[in-house]
Structures are given as structure tokens and as C-alpha cells.
């Protein structure tokens, strides 16, 4: 289980919901055969990046 990896059964749900995004996004990007490898439109696509943009967007300060 990704909790006995981490080694902290204390990290709060989306905080590993996040590490395993984070960890599927990463392995898709090292795959050493380049036609199964995530191509960079995938991965702007992945939910790791998707929700992490949509975070900061929501959080966005403008500065005048």
C-alpha cells in the first residue's frame, strides 16, 4: 500500500490521492519505449497537472 511506502499513515487523503497522481504521472513519463510513453499533450492532460492548475487558476492574486 502507498501509506507503507510513504511510511507516514498520517497524510491526509488528498494529500495521497496527490502522491499517487503525482507517482502515476511520473511513471508514464519514464516509460523507455517512446510509443508507449505519455506524449507531452497527455500529460498536460493528466489529473496531476489538471487539478493543479485549476488550484492555482482559483487562486490566482491579481497585483495592480
Do not use: W
Not at 510509443?35 to 496531476?48: G, I, Y
Amino acid at each position: 500500500m502507498l501509506v507503507d511506502l510513504l511510511g507516514d499513515s498520517n497524510l491526509s487523503e488528498p494529500i495521497l490521492r496527490k502522491v499517487t497522481q503525482f507517482r502515476d504521472l511520473l511513471e508514464k513519463m519514464l516509460v523507455l519505449d517512446p510509443t508507449r510513453r505519455l506524449s507531452l499533450n497527455e500529460a498536460l492532460q493528466h489529473p496531476f497537472i489538471t487539478e493543479r492548475m485549476s488550484a492555482t487558476s482559483e487562486n490566482d492574486v491579481q497585483v495592480s
